[in-house]
T-cell receptor, first 115, second 113 residues
Framework: DTEVTQTPKHLVMGMTNKKSLKCEQH?????MYWYKQKAKKPPELMFV???????INESVPSRFSPECPNSSLLNLHLHALQPEDSALYLC??????????????FGPGTRLTVT | DQQVKQNSPSLSVQEGRISILNCDYT??????FLWYKKYPAEGPTFLIS?????DKNEDGRFTVFLNKSAKHLSLHIVPSQPGDSAVYFC????????????FGPGTSLSVIP
């Protein structure tokens, strides 16, 4: 099973809403990632979890709150977002061995629209 | 400041011919390079990678060449097939943190039957 699943596929939320994006993998990967991708742009790294601990936060605003409840699950909690946060949110995972990290497997993404 | 550049936003190639996608980087600390393919409404899919200790890596129809002195890499697809039509991202990371993968802006490849 080389699949990373993400739910929901689409999400429309108002600026006062609270919602969560979910990501799951069953490949035994111990590194998981959140990326943001705007139209016709490359993916931009937001957060990295390594062995269920937050290891990288790319200066992401606090209205985005990641959570890694266990080695298979990754959540992104959203609160008080702005219209410019509308984008495709991609989750990825990869195998790691010490400091060596291998290629990332991406989910299909959640298309988020903030109204 | 773009650390990974793909100067051709798009490329059209006839089916059966060679596709060559180019990528340049500016950060001399990068030592691991990857190519991803992305179809619309899907996440990127890993294609092939190369470490800086090599100058070529081959996997089936896909070959990546690395020229460290020029800070340049290229992806060759031979023969090109219509199913190869997608956006191709070049990406790079360094031993300071292999988790921090920097993606280029992408090249949209169209393979014409």
């Amino acid at each position: 099973d080389t699949e990373v699943t993400q739910t929901p596929k689409h999400l429309v939320m108002g600026m006062t809403n609270k919602k969560s994006l979910k990501c799951e993998q069953h490949m035994g990967h111990r590194a998981m990632y959140w990326y943001k991708q705007k139209a016709k742009k490359p993916p931009e790294l937001m957060f990295v979890y390594s062995y269920e601990k937050l290891s990288i936060n790319e200066s992401v605003p606090s209205r985005f709150s990641p959570e890694c409840p266990n080695s298979s699950l990754l959540n992104l909690h959203l609160h008080a977002l702005q219209p410019e946060d509308s984008a495709l949110y991609l989750c990825a995972s990869s195998h790691r061995s010490g400091v060596v990290v291998f290629e990332q497997y991406f989910g299909p993404g959640t298309r988020l629209t903030v109204t | 400041d773009q650390q990974v550049k793909q100067n051709s936003p798009s490329l059209s190639v006839q089916e059966g011919r060679i596709s060559i996608l180019n990528c340049d980087y500016t950060n001399s600390m990068f030592d691991y390079f990857l190519w991803y393919k992305k179809y619309p409404a899907e996440g990127p899919t890993f294609l092939i990678s190369i470490s800086s200790i090599k100058d070529k890596n081959e996997d089936g129809r896909f070959t990546v060449f690395l020229n460290k002195s020029a800070k340049h890499l290229s992806l060759h697809i031979v023969p090109s097939q219509p199913g190869d039509s997608a956006v191709y991202f070049c990406a790079a990371s360094s031993k300071t943190s292999y988790d921090k993968v920097i993606f280029g802006p992408g090249t949209s490849l169209s393979v014409i039957p």
